[in-house]
């Protein structure tokens, strides 16, 4: 079974940094791709960055220069710093293993001031 657990989030003022972590289980971390998506209060889900098994990455514009994903293979997790945080980036972040859509229960970002 697919079990991805997100951490991290927090309330935070407009320019702090957060890291975010997903621990994830019931499959072979390494060779997948995994993403981190978000739902801000009203809105649809948003791709903001993905990382491939081979370490590929990409980045919405919307966090590009300004978020930055890594994962640790050996521990089986899924990183996701923030820096320079924008209200905007108010939303619940979730990981997201690409190849099956499973998602975690998600963890909140407040970015206020």
């Known amino acids: 079974e697919v079990q991805l657990v997100e951490s991290g989030g927090d309330l935070v003022q407009p320019g702090g940094s957060l890291t975010l972590s997903c621990a994830a289980s019931g499959f072979t971390f390494s060779n997948s791709a995994m993403s981190w998506v978000r739902q801000a209060p009203g809105k649809g889900l948003e791709l903001v960055s993905t990382i491939t098994g081979g370490g590929y990455t990409y980045y919405a514009g919307s966090v590009k220069g300004r978020f930055t994903i890594s994962r640790d293979n050996g521990k089986n997790t899924l990183y996701l710093q923030l820096n320079s945080l924008k209200t905007e980036d108010t939303a619940m972040y979730y990981c997201?293993?690409?190849?099956?859509?499973?998602r975690g229960q998600g963890t909140q970002v407040t970015v206020s001031s």
């Open positions: 997201r293993r690409d190849v099956g859509g499973e």
